[in-house]
């Protein structure tokens, strides 16, 4: 006779609460309250997918009803008639619904009729509605009535990963489970187990690789493990990263590289043979977050890689390259990726929008120092009303001034003793606050701080982007909050007129700063250059060729222009 394939987590489910991966303070509980006999009414169990909600929903009702034991008991037997019955889902007196295929009412109303007949064989029945926030508004209120006054020997079990849909009236009717993702050193355990029993050639980098990427769901994991078994053997970690379109760990830690050293060339290169061979982009993106949170860990904990994500075989790599760069910078970096993963999501061009994030976090950095380079000069006082002079804050008065030196000045207790400075320069600051590029970019060429007290400011903005910029307010609330430490209600004023005046104004300091951006960055490049290598010409022209069509595609964004750039 053919065996017939049985899935790995059909053959591997549960069978009782001993074997329940990783839901520890729930199966003890729930065990307690069979060997008490205080078996409540309902319960909902809530939690991510394939975290053991149904598996537990079923070992409960063999529990309450196997035969092999007088009473409720926690080992259920599995060999009985009601186990087996329960187990492969024909048990009269234990009902599984799924409300996503029956939502309506008379589902509902049909299930509560019969939960009112005693059970058949079963000392329980035992009523299982999974996906339950699935249900209609009617249906959970027929369900309400019934959880009001419950029949006797009745259990509802509830099952959902998305409780904030079912109605609080519900939820205070049950006993509530929340079911953990899975602890990644309790999935790989599992996997070994498995993969033992069932002869897998698999090493445990591999296995290791599944646990992670299946982020705390057993069924998952146990899915692509039995994918991934399907491959010749050995099955090393290569093979699944190329099954499961990972990016490599070599390949993000020399990205992370470009990053640290500033060098676009570099990362544009990375970005677009990843691209090439099929990798996504939000992948890309997901695989630097992650770089960057390792390199956190491993500064703040002196070298301990056991926490990372990274795999052992890397972890030297990620070692060096966390001595080449302090906590603040990663952090910095870090707080750059906010908000770009959901832009790469909902857009139609995600390569683009990856390419402008990693450059945007290169350039960021240079506006501060360049913010920095300006405090870090005298400047004269004016009061609050004049208007705002730009020869105050032209930046040709910037002189060069080495990174070291930047460093030492510090930017955020500068700009408590300078809040009487003009109006034109705190708004820069504050949009230096803010984390979207995007944002950053809309503010500093179409809106101007006109007015600031101590607790609000008035900002004047051009007609056409008032909606944009009204859906953003919160996050210019916040970033007058770090600028000053305290909170400002922002006003927003439409103009009417045009503010061409302020455009050009903003644009041409803003594009004489771009330009100059690009002179300290090249002289910095050009210095690095020189130390490593003579091919210095082809790689700056490629560089500022990439910087060029990145500002250009930036301007276009804003239906701005390039007027001229270096
Ligand atoms: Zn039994």
């Known amino acids: 006779m053919i065996k017939t394939y049985e899935p790995l987590h059909h053959k ?41 909600k149904t598996s537990s929903a079923r070992i409960f009702a063999k529990s309450l009803n196997c035969l092999k034991s007088e009473k409720a008991t926690t080992v259920p037997c599995g060999e009985c008639e009601l186990c087996k019955g329960i187990n492969s889902g024909n048990a009269l ?49 027929a369900l309400l009535k019934t959880l009001e006054e419950p029949p006797r020997q009745v259990v509802f079990i509830l099952a959902t990963t998305d409780p904030q849909r079912v109605l609080p009236t519900i939820l205070s009717r049950c006993m509530r489970f929340d079911f953990r993702r899975i602890a990644l050193n309790d999935l790989e355990n599992h996997l070994m187990s498995i993969a033992k029993k069932e002869e897998i050639s698999i090493n445990k980098e591999a296995l290791s690789l599944i646990a992670k990427h299946s982020q705390g769901g057993l069924r998952d994991a146990e899915s692509l493990l039995d994918q ?25 830690i020399t990205l992370a590289k470009s990053l640290i050293n500033k060098d676009p060339n570099s990362i544009l290169k990375i970005c677009n043979r990843l691209i090439n061979e099929g990798k996504e982009p939000i992948a890309i993106l997901q695989g630097i977050a992650s770089i960057l949170r390792d390199l956190v860990i491993t500064t703040v904990t002196n070298k301990q890689t056991n926490l990372c994500n990274i795999s052992q075989e890397n972890s030297e790599s990620l070692i060096d390259l966390a001595t080449s760069i302090n906590l603040s910078q990663i952090l910095k970096l870090q707080a750059k990726l906010k908000g770009s993963e959901n832009n790469i999501r909902n857009s139609n061009q995600p390569k683009l929008w990856l390419e402008i994030h990693l450059l945007g976090m290169l350039a960021d950095e240079d506006s501060k120092d360049n913010n920095r380079i300006k405090q870090s000069f005298p400047r004269t006082r004016i009061s609050d009303d004049s208007e ?23 930017y955020k207790d500068d700009f408590k003793h300078n809040e009487d400075l003009n109006l034109a320069d705190i708004w820069k600051k504050v949009i230096a606050m803010l984390e979207l590029p995007s944002t950053k970019m809309l503010l500093s060429q179409q809106a101007k701080l006109i007015n600031l007290n101590s607790d609000s400011a008035e900002i004047v903005i051009s007609e056409k982007w008032i909606n944009m910029i009204q859906s953003r307010k919160n996050l210019i609330e916040d970033a007058f909050y770090k600028a000053r430490g305290s909170s400002t209600k922002v006003l927003l004023i439409q103009q009417k007129d045009n503010l061409s005046k302020l455009q050009k104004e903003n644009k041409k300091s803003q594009l004489i700063e771009q330009t100059n951006e690009l002179k300290v960055n090249k002289e910095l490049n050009k210095n690095n250059c020189e130390k490593k290598e003579k091919k210095i010409e082809p790689k700056i022209n490629l560089e500022t060729n990439s910087i060029d069509q990145k500002a250009k595609q930036f301007a276009d964004f804003f239906n701005g222009e390039i007027v001229d750039l270096e």
């Open 12 to 52: 591997y489910r549960p069978s009782s609460f001993d074997e329940l991966v990783g839901q520890g303070p729930i199966t003890s509980t729930l065990k307690q309250a069979l060997i008490s006999n205080r078996i409540a009414p309902a319960y909902i169990f809530t939690g991510p997918r394939g975290t053991g």
């Open 93 to 141: 007196d234990v009902i599984e619904i799924d409300a996503a295929s029956n939502t309506g009412v008379e589902n509902i109303r049909e299930l509560i009729e019969r939960s009112r007949f005693a059970p058949a064989k079963a000392r329980w029945k035992v009523y299982v509605i999974d996906e339950c926030h699935m249900l209609s508004t009617a249906a959970f209120n």
């Open 228 to 252: 991934v078994s399907l491959l010749p053997p050995p099955i090393t970690q290569l093979n699944i990263i190329n099954l499961i379109g990972a990016v490599p760990e070599e390949e993000l």
């Open 388 to 410: 705002p002079k730009d020869s105050d804050h032209k930046p040709e008065k910037i002189e060069p001034t080495t990174s070291k030196e930047l460093k030492k000045t510090n």
